[in-house]
């Protein structure tokens, strides 16, 4: 898995959050490769547009994946694998297999933590 694979992802889900957000986005990210509810990998997405831009918003998307990647001890969502712009939100709720924990609110996303029940 690259930086560049999960800035496409940050940079499509919190693009205009503020870093914090951003950052968040890219740790749940690697935390789902993590959690044995997920797979491990993240799937190539077509953000060749972005990239080809090269802008701000894309350089912000790749700052946050690369920290979330070399520094994980510096996860703001305290482990979160799932986020939602709303909560409730069945991302952001329990569901028949796992608890949702640490629930927070960073710039304008939920993150939780998921927990086996």
Partial sequence: MSDEEVARVVFGESRGEPMAGQRAVAHSIYNRTRHP????TVHEVNWEEARRNNSREYQ????????ARTNPSADPTRGAVDFASRDPWPSTND???????NKQQIGNQYFVKREPR
């Avoid at 912000?60 to 920290?67: K, V």
Wanted: negative net charge; aromatic residues 10%.
């Fill in 60 to 67: 912000n998307a790749m700052s946050a994946a690369h920290e």
């Fill in 95 to 101: 569901n028949d297999h796992w608890r949702a924990t």
């Fill in 37 to 40: 509810g997920y797979p491990n």
